[in-house]
């Protein structure tokens, strides 16, 4: 069994940036490809980005790409979402996520492990 807690969300104004964290517990964070997805008031929960357990290869929704960077340190069982350039549109809950059996999975039902997650709100 796997444990995810994410950490660092808050409440910012438009343009501001914020880092969020999810540590892992456990020994095999790093066979893991890790994502981090979304869910804002009244919509259905939507992928953001995630990272390779393989390669580190690292994969974007259009929606953010240009301003987050998903990247990950395996000697902390941690993946990071640097988010940059924030807009009201970015308000949601966010969770991060493991999949163990995929590398590069887009269907949101392979990842078996889910955080509780960590708000963020962006106000204009």
């Known amino acids: 069994q796997v444990q995810l807690v994410e950490s660092g969300g808050g409440l910012v104004q438009a343009g501001d940036s914020l880092r969020l964290s999810c540590t892992a517990s456990g020994r095999s964070f790093s066979s893991y490809t890790m994502g981090w997805f979304r869910q804002a008031p009244g919509k259905e929960r939507v992928f953001v980005a995630r990272i390779t357990r393989s390669s580190g290869r690292t994969i974007y929704a259009d929606s953010v790409k240009g301003r987050f960077t998903i990247s990950r340190d395996n000697t902390k069982n941690t993946v990071y979402l640097q988010m940059n350039s924030l807009t009201p549109e970015d308000t949601a809950l966010y969770y991060c996520?493991?999949?163990?059996?995929?590398?590069?999975?887009?269907?949101?039902?392979?990842?078996?492990?889910w955080g509780q997650g960590t708000q963020v709100t962006v106000s204009s």
């Open positions: 996520a493991a999949d163990p059996n995929y590398d590069n999975s887009p269907d949101e039902r392979t990842y078996q492990y």
